[in-house]
């Protein structure tokens, strides 16, 4: 089998030539714009959420160039919620994968809109035909990508996480906080894949088991890198949550026991692709990756 | 016939209905994005994108539910808009409608994440069977309403707008960021009537021809309105554009020959509605009430 690193990196160069061609930079007044958006979209970045797509649309037999196009629009989405949650009103992170944040490179005004433009490019990326080719299929696509990555998804989760800093969550708050903040994006992540394959409802529920495992401990990882990792290996300001007294799966249960959970829950998330053949070894692979990356 | 200001009112009224429906307030740690949504969508707002989808889709007897609900869809993306542009990075407005901008009331980082919920959801509204029964068609509304609201349409045009503070435009250019800003939307909210009914080329043409004097028009009253309107009449801080020295249609044209292009580009709309019959009477009566609202 290849390495999950290489099968990581090869999603990521396609994904890369998939955004640089649909990030187009023209020469008008607002040029600006598609610089930034361009800075926040390409260059970087794990693509780890548009892989997981790849992987599980592979399952069902998708050509992968349908697939691609998914995962570039949840890339999409995913870059944008980096823009704005860097912003002074929100994070304020000057660092982002070793280089100036968007808001550093260019101003605050023109993050914002870059941000608001590559989130509404994900829809249109995501509706188009060459997505798939019955509009059916690119409808319910949209229709999860919405769901998960708005107020009751990804935004939500920000919401609470802002929140988090003068409020005590206790662990099941923190769960909650980031099934939505992250949790919901890689689930849909996944499911992509499957509506892509019209996916039975046996495999739909396998792979949703799946990613909320994956889901949580890719997060509690993410904590524990937060406390352990260095700005070199993250390519980001580390000891951030501390520093901001907020709550984590980290703080709450410590880093062996959060550690401990983490494993448990990559274990159980690939005990949930039993239903599936070797196909799926790079999703298993992905839930042993995830808790040990370093960044 | 009905006069236009009853029909935008009556228009007014069951958007407003069906975006308290969708704004739902639910009791969780994110109550504040929800709270937010809700003061930035409801109690206020002609409504007047809403008003042309549904005006163009009687044309082609859409049922006004399907009409209603891509009407609001429209009205979200335009009121996540008024949100971004009035925070302090853009615009740094304190007043909207009359009372405090949304991230006046709350803060910052609220309004930022409000906005992204706020165009998130109306993706979601626009892509759910309530809005139309066929796919296809909901694809396609989808489509249209990424196209003219991101980097191409209406940010494309916030960009510029920005960049205009410190750039010189003449009135090529001023008229292209119109024509992105707003025009853009307007045009598509006319058009999402026609994509409804599954109207004709030759329909939507002159739809198409409507909708951009009619935007045109639109843009220069309000800059008219900048310059001799009162805050008590608009809701808003007025003489903002010249404090800026941003060029604007009336900086360039002069006052009276802005007013008086504004009332040609009116004119102008109504003769593309010739090849409809009197169901088209509210558009044309719109066309008039653009370029003499006071607000």
Redesign the interface.
């Known amino acids: 089998m290849q390495s999950i690193e290489s099968a990581l990196q090869e999603t990521a160069l396609a994904i890369e030539q998939v955004l640089d061609q649909i990030l187009t930079l023209e020469d008008?007044?607002?040029i600006?714009?598609?610089d930034a958006?361009r800075y926040a979209a390409l260059g970087g970045g794990k693509r780890f959420r548009p892989f997981l797509t790849c992987q599980c649309a592979k399952l069902f037999g998708v050509d992968s160039s349908n697939a691609l196009r998914a995962g570039a629009a949840i890339e999409l989405i995913h870059c944008?919620s980096l823009v704005?949650d860097d912003?002074p009103?929100?994070d304020d992170d000057d660092l982002r994968r070793g280089k100036p944040t968007v808001h550093k490179k260019f101003?605050?005004?023109?993050a914002?809109?870059a941000?608001?433009?590559l989130?509404?490019?994900a829809?249109?990326v995501m509706?188009?035909p060459a997505t798939h080719e019955?509009?059916?299929v690119?409808?319910e696509l949209?229709?999860g990508?919405?769901?998960s990555?708005?107020?009751h998804g990804m935004?939500?989760?920000?919401?609470?996480d802002?929140?988090a800093e003068t409020?005590a969550?206790n662990i099941g708050?923190i769960t909650?906080?980031q099934q939505?903040k992250t949790g919901a994006m890689i689930a849909f992540s996944c499911e992509a894949g499957a509506i892509l394959g019209r996916a039975s409802n046996e495999a739909r529920e396998a792979l949703r088991g799946y990613a909320h495992d994956l889901g949580l401990a890719f997060q509690i990882a993410d904590d524990l890198l937060d406390v352990e990792g260095t700005l070199e290996e993250t390519g980001k300001a580390v000891g951030k949550d501390e520093a901001a007294g907020k709550a984590t799966f980290v703080s709450i249960l410590g880093a062996e026991r959060a550690r401990a959970q983490a494993n448990l829950l990559a274990d159980q998330a690939v005990e949930h692709l039993a239903v599936f053949d070797e196909t799926a070894d790079q999703l298993r692979a992905a839930a042993r990756f995830v808790v040990e990356r370093k960044n």
């Open positions: 008008a007044a607002e600006q714009l598609f958006m944008y704005h912003l009103a929100m101003d605050d005004a023109t914002i809109l941000g608001d433009a989130l509404t490019l829809f249109e509706v188009a019955m509009a059916s690119r409808a949209v229709k990508l919405a769901k990555s708005g107020g935004v939500g989760g920000q919401m609470i802002l929140a409020m969550l708050g909650r906080l939505l």
